[in-house]
């Protein structure tokens, strides 16, 4: 629910950036993949600090929770607060080589400018999240998402057309309105764990810097971080090729489909997340033989969930594709690579559930291992389909089939072979 209300926002943005124009549409999605590119990062060590704390709730070790939540938020800020000025300057001065379009390679800049403000409130909320997942108590997640949602919600309609006695701003407005939002949550979060949650038991009264603590995380993070890196490098390429290969009008349908994709993965998203929280637990109980039904039983869910999303979008999709555009053009062009798209779900609903196990184990550099050989394989094939032979935007979406099948083999291999029994951390 958390992840829906969240990505609500991302629906909301690229609706309302619809009717500014295709190239604010298009542009939308490149410069969210580069913010989100840095993102991963600080998403790379949340996950890592969200299976240790598994881990520590798990064995009944509360007051460590809070030392991995502490200082993950103090490690986090650094990289956040120097990232900032960077990150502008790169915004005006390399971005704009990345791109063919001069007007799309304008609206990233522009976007991108306002938006990295946000990565000190977003790598925060982060390490919020890892606590609330790993301690098993995510109802707050979704009141949080909720908030965030209602406030963007109401500065996009004010920032990017000018309502509400608020300046019009177009893509710009739509980057503002997200830091606003990420600032909001960061303070429902601060005000909601000191009002419900018990400081001590956890151990928020130890306030000071423990670079022991980092480190522990740093040593089940680190590839985390850069298997996520290199995951969202790759989607980063894949939207630059269609731009530089295809045009404006493909880069529009792109971001069209990947917004429907963002949503309709929700479901197997948030069980894989709540998978690797999951088999932390259990092993850290002691419970280790329960582990591969476990993991069946979440798959079958996975699946279950998934077909039934897709029958919903597979009925009504031309109905659907409005909430973005009311260009018939567009909608035509569109639906063929949302087809696409829609066929690949189930083997993401395996997928997704298999490898965030894998994590879940504490064998993060074999997940990373298994990512690195999966993009090998990814990258090449898409470059085949979309430089090579520089076919149908509809084609170039079944590199998602690519991507999940060969992850979800090569986690299913590893873990029947029971190699990851003996981690410990």
Known sequence: MSLLAQNIIQVI??????????????ASALAGVIYIAIYTLGFGFSMGSQILIGRRNGEKNYTEI????????LFLLIPA??????????????????????DVAGAVTEYLEWRVFGLMFAFTNLMFRAFYI???????????????????????????????????????GAAIASVIAEFSSTLFFLLYTKKTVDLVKYGFNKIRFQWSVI??????????????????????LFFLWIENYMGERPLAVTNIVRSFYTIFTIPS?????????????????????????????LSMISLVVMLIVISVLVAFPKLMIKIYTDNPSLISDTVAPLYVMISSLPIYSLGSVLFSAVSGTGNTRTALFFEIITLVFYVSYMW???????ASVAA??????????????????????????ERKI
């Open 134 to 172: 790993g301690i098993a108590r995510t109802k707050v997640l979704t009141i949080n998402a909720i908030v965030m949602g209602v406030v963007n919600v109401i500065f996009d309609y004010g920032l990017i057309f000018g309502n509400l006695g608020m300046p019009e701003m177009g893509i710009g």
């Open 66 to 73: 809070g030392d991995i939540v502490i200082q993950g938020a």
């Open 215 to 236: 480190k522990k995380t740093l040593d089940i993070s680190i590839f985390m971080m850069a298997q996520y890196l290199f995951s969202i490098s790759t989607w980063l």
């Open 81 to 102: 607060i120097l990232l900032i000025p960077v990150l502008r300057y790169g915004a005006v001065n390399w971005v704009p080589l990345m791109f063919e379009s001069a």
């Open 396 to 421: 170039a979406w079944t590199t998602e089939h690519v991507y999940w099948f060969l992850l979800m083999t090569l986690s299913f291999i590893y873990l029947r072979s029971g190699k990851w029994r």
């Open 13 to 26: 943005d690229t609706a309302f950036l619809g009717r500014v124009g295709e190239i604010e549409l298009g």
């Open 384 to 390: 085949f389909i979309i430089v090579y032979l520089q």
């Open 269 to 297: 998203h948030a069980i894989g997340s709540s998978t690797s929280t999951l088999v932390s637990n259990t092993i850290g109980a002691g419970r280790i033989h329960e582990v591969p039904n476990l993991i069946k039983r």
